[in-house]
C-alpha cells in the first residue's frame, strides 16, 4: 500500500518549457489535490478534483492545468513555466473532500 | 477570509521538557481542524482531526485540545525524533472551493537531546 506517489521527485525547468506533474493513489479515495508549498507563504490549494471526472480551481489556478485520469491519478500541468513557478509541489487525497488529506512526497520544481 | 496563525514559528526543546504549540484561527464556522507533522523533504503526515469545542485527541506523546478560537498541540517529553515542522489547517463548514483547508505557516520544533 504505497499511499500516494508522485513523480518526478525533482525537477528543473528553463523558462517557456512545458511539463506534466503526475500522481497517483491506491486508497480508493474519491477526491484528490495539487498543492505548492513556498517559504513564508504556507500550503496553497492550486486545483482539486471532488470525484472522479469533475476539476476545480483553487486559490492559486493561474498558470497550471490538472487532468483526473481516472479515480487514481490526477496530473497537473504546467503549459509554459515561469520562474514564480518555482515552488514544492504536493499532491494529496481524501475519501471525500469533508476528510482528513493524505499527502504525497512531493516534487521540487526550479524554473531558470 | 479564513485565516490561521501558528506560533511559535520556531521551538526548541531539550529532551524531556513539555511545552505546546498553539494554532489560532477564524473561520466562518468550522466544520474541522487538522493538525499534520512536515519532515524536511518530504510530505505532511496527517495526526489528528478535532471537530469541535472542548474535543481532544491523543497519539503517543501528543495531544491536541480544540477551543473556540484556538487549537493546541500538547508535546509531553518530546524525544529528538519528534523534531518537525508541525502544520494546522482549518476548514469552513460552508465553503463552497471543495472544502478547501486553510493552512498556518507551521511550527518548526527543534528537540536536543
Known amino acids: 500500500n504505497a499511499g500516494v506517489t508522485q513523480t518526478p521527485k525533482f525537477q528543473v525547468l528553463k523558462t517557456g518549457q512545458s511539463m506534466t506533474l503526475q500522481c497517483a493513489q491506491d486508497m480508493n479515495h474519491n477526491s484528490m489535490y495539487w498543492y505548492r508549498q513556498d517559504p513564508g507563504m504556507g500550503l496553497r490549494l492550486i486545483y482539486y478534483s471532488a470525484s472522479e471526472g469533475t476539476t476545480d480551481k483553487g486559490e492559486v489556478p493561474n498558470g497550471y492545468n490538472v487532468s483526473r485520469l481516472n479515480k487514481r491519478e490526477f496530473s497537473l500541468r504546467l503549459e509554459s513555466a515561469a520562474p514564480s513557478q518555482t515552488s514544492v509541489y504536493f499532491c494529496?487525497?481524501?475519501?471525500?473532500?469533508?476528510?482528513?488529506?493524505?499527502f504525497g512526497p512531493g516534487t521540487r520544481l526550479t524554473v531558470t | 477570509e479564513d485565516q490561521v496563525t501558528q506560533s511559535p514559528e520556531a521551538l526548541r526543546l531539550q529532551e524531556g521538557e513539555s511545552s505546546s504549540l498553539n494554532c489560532s484561527y477564524t473561520?466562518?464556522?468550522?466544520?474541522?481542524l487538522f493538525w499534520y507533522r512536515q519532515d524536511p523533504g518530504k510530505g505532511p503526515e496527517f495526526l489528528f482531526t478535532l471537530y469541535s469545542a472542548g474535543e481532544e485527541k491523543e497519539k503517543e506523546r501528543l495531544k491536541a485540545t480544540l477551543t473556540k478560537k484556538e487549537s493546541f498541540l500538547h508535546i509531553t517529553a518530546p524525544k529528538p525524533e519528534d523534531s518537525a515542522t508541525y502544520l494546522c489547517?482549518?476548514?469552513?463548514?460552508?465553503?463552497?472551493?471543495?472544502?478547501?483547508?486553510?493552512f498556518g505557516g507551521g511550527t518548526r520544533l527543534m528537540v536536543k537531546p
Open positions: 489547517a482549518v476548514q469552513a463548514a460552508n465553503n463552497n472551493a471543495g472544502n478547501m483547508l486553510t
Open positions: 494529496a487525497s481524501s475519501l471525500w473532500t469533508s476528510y482528513e488529506q493524505y
Open positions: 473561520v466562518s464556522g468550522l466544520r474541522g
